[in-house]
């Protein structure tokens, strides 16, 4: 019997209710499962996620949820070769499997470490404090926290395994659980990544909820407190955005839609440069990939005018190399599109671009395939030629900059100066990333600054970087993967700004000791309190914030000042040289300000041994104020912010990082250094 495709909502697998839609291997046609689309209570199973799964992740601290996902990267890395069996079903050979798979798990990974550039809590406290009175005592700090709903991800039909891992990594570090809905097509795939998750227990319940089904009615039942992204067509975003529920509950919409990506030429890249070589083969890399199927694959390939043919030749050569056929099949370069249904409306869309655009490589109704004997058939399966078109009057034929071709297809147009392609570029109404290929940094100076307002992402390909770059279609997950206009005008991913999104963002205004009790970082002019053990002799649990020690006092002279420049070498002008003072800021010679933090040091530091393993480092340092021979300076050292760190294995010591708010005040009671320091504390408890 052909399989039913399961959803996993409410904590139980479950099929749908009926009208079942038939998924077919991309190229063999067969029937490989059935997926019921019907039968889904919408508003129950986004309860059910807010109810359950969310309280549970927002509890936990960022740390708690990197560690959560870096386990879920690893037990899905162990499992992989069982999705890789599955892939190929979709037309994906090994390599665009690896995308998907891997790049997938990859997110997962990456999200995981992103959990260090977050304090271990629950929430974040973002930027800089702001005063907002002369007196001190009233201020404000920006606060982060996670929201109370889902994320709702209704994910494309191109890479069903990486568009679930990449956009659930952010949500679930963020503590937001996840509702996805995968396109159906590819959502075989989905399931079987989820059933994984779910089988391994990592995820507390209610994290994760799938619907391998329709979705229809799922906006129905969405709040103010939930997210919704979608991935695909900018026709299907448009009306999905324009969803009453989105707009009444202000619901926060994220799209990321196709776009027509281009690959520019750089004028100086002749044929024989390494750049001319490395666009040709970014251009036919981006065609084969997936079958074309990226919304980050380049569709139009913008070049000198006076190497139009040189291009078109050189292109075609290499299209030549491109064998295809059944993923499994042993030489194949490029195997099928996701399904029948997308190979005709990709036909359908080149046969209404080659109306002014011709072909001039590739046959649109004909294809040489390999791997028969496996089961590929031309008739049953979704199998294309890679197709090139040229567009000769690229500023009047503009279907080229309207109407995308997902699949391998790409459109060759000239330019005969920069600013004619830097208009080509933007004529796409917004993309989500662009190339240029030059070696000259005048010409990418000048093309980065006329492209970037209609642009997520821009490579500058050149030899330099061309062993290490992971190319023009590859979104990472340090960097914002969206774009303007047409693009959805979203960002995904993207580091913290990716977390942040699935985030309210509140400014807390209030006295320093109020603010410095609720974000647990210590604000200037809060209450302080010292003890009388030094606290350099206290362990890291023991630390308080506002916890605060005072030096005695120091008062600096000349030889202090000529001993510093000595010992560091530092002899400018200012320090060591009275006579050379005319026209400065300065009265006479003035300490360094790298002696009066290193005396603050030597002030404050207590010499036994203790539970201070070690200066971690120097988060950020002013000097504010001159310090001439005959001032006095005296410290106060207070603990600002604690992060605890995790044991790199069972021999680690148990410790973490306490940040000291370092002042240094002359006797007038002016600030005239003030610093953040780090050091590693070692814990009181060690298991």
């Not at 959560?68 to 999705?83: D, G, I, P």
């Not at 300000?593 to 005396?599: A, E, H, P, Q, V």
Request: proline letters at 5%; a negative charge; hydrophobic letters at 40%.
């Amino acid at each position: 019997m052909t399989p039913t495709l399961e959803n996993y909502t409410l904590g139980r697998w479950q099929p749908g209710g009926s009208d079942p839609h038939e998924l077919r291997d991309a190229s063999t046609g067969e029937v490989i499962a059935l997926a019921n689309t019907e039968g889904f209570d919408f508003e129950q199973i986004l309860a059910y996620g807010r109810r359950v799964g969310n309280p549970a992740l927002r509890r936990m601290t960022f740390h708690e949820r990197g560690r959560m996902l870096k386990a879920l990267a690893f037990h899905l890395q162990e499992k992989k070769e069982l999705f890789y069996e599955l892939s190929y079903r979709s037309g994906a050979t090994r390599a665009d499997s690896w995308i998907d798979i891997e790049g997938g798990i990859g997110n997962l990974f990456a999200n995981a470490s992103l959990r260090r550039k977050f304090p271990d809590k629950p929430f974040y406290v973002e930027g800089e404090p702001v005063g907002l009175s002369k007196g001190g005592t009233f201020m404000a700090q920006h606060l982060l926290v996670p929201k109370e709903g889902v994320a709702v991800h209704i994910n494309a039909y191109n890479f069903p395994i990486w568009g679930m891992l990449e956009k659930i990594a952010v949500n679930l570090l963020a503590g937001m659980p996840a509702v996805v809905k995968p396109a159906v097509p590819g959502a075989y795939l989905t399931e079987a990544v989820v059933r994984e998750i779910i089988a391994s227990g990592i995820l507390p319940d209610g994290a994760l909820q799938l619907v391998v089904g329709s979705g229809q009615g799922i906006l129905d039942h969405v709040t103010y407190q939930d997210v919704v992204t979608f991935t695909g067509s900018a026709a299907t975003g448009a009306k999905l955005r324009a969803h009453p529920r989105i707009i009444s509950e202000a619901v926060p919409f994220t799209l990321e839609a196709d776009s027509l990506n281009a690959a520019v030429l750089g004028p100086d890249a002749r044929p024989g440069t390494p750049e001319f070589d490395l666009f040709i083969k970014e251009v036919r890399k981006e065609m084969t990939a997936k079958c074309g199927q990226k919304c980050t694959a380049i569709r139009r390939a913008i070049v000198p005018a006076e190497l139009l043919e040189d291009v078109q030749i050189a292109l075609g050569k290499a299209l030549a190399q491109t064998t295809i056929g059944h993923p499994q099949a042993e030489g194949v370069r490029m195997g099928a599109l996701a399904g029948r249904e997308q190979a005709e409306r990709l036909r359908e869309q080149v046969r209404q671009l080659a109306k002014t655009t011709p072909i001039v490589y590739g046959d649109l109704e004909n294809v040489e395939i390999i791997g028969k004997e496996r089961g590929a058939d031309v008739a049953k399966g979704a199998f294309i030629s890679p197709i090139v078109l040229r567009n000769d009057q690229p500023f009047k034929h503009l279907d080229s900059h309207e109407l995308e071709a997902f699949g391998p297809v790409v459109t060759l147009m000239p330019y005969h100066d920069l600013g004619e392609a830097v208009a080509l570029a933007n004529l796409g109404k917004g993309s989500l990333v662009c190339s240029l290929a030059t070696n000259d940094p005048r010409t990418a100076q000048d093309f980065v600054l006329g492209a970037a307002t209609h642009h997520g992402r821009i490579l500058v390909l050149n030899a330099e970087m061309a062993k290490e770059s992971t190319g023009h279609g590859s979104p990472l997950p340090q960097l914002v993967h969206g774009g303007p206009g047409r693009a959805g005008g979203g960002q995904e991913m993207g580091g913290i700004r990716g977390v942040e999104h699935f985030m309210q963002r509140v400014a807390l205004q209030g006295s320093p000791s109020m603010i410095t009790a609720i974000t647990e970082v210590y604000q200037t002019g809060a209450k302080q309190v010292e003890y009388d053990k030094h606290p350099f002799q206290r362990y890291f649990e023991e630390l308080e914030i506002g916890e605060t020690y005072t030096t005695h006092k120091h008062t600096v002279t000349e030889a202090d000042i000529s001993n510093f420049a000595g010992i560091s070498g530092d002899n400018f002008y200012a320090h060591v040289d009275a006579t050379s003072l005319e026209g400065t800021l300065f009265t006479g010679r003035v300490a360094h300000g790298y002696y009066i933090l290193s005396k603050a040091a030597g002030m404050f530091v207590d010499p036994r041994k203790g539970p201070v393993l070690l200066n971690y480092g120097l988060d950020e340092c002013r000097f504010t104020k001159p310090v001439y021979p005959g001032t006095t300076i005296g410290v106060q050292l207070t603990v600002k912010e604690k992060v605890g760190q995790e044991k790199r294995d069972e021999t680690d010591i148990a410790k973490g990082i306490v940040r000291w708010l370092v002042t240094v005040t002359d006797e007038t009671g002016d600030t005239v250094a003030v610093a953040t320091i780090l050091t590693m504390v070692k814990k009181l408890h060690q298991a």
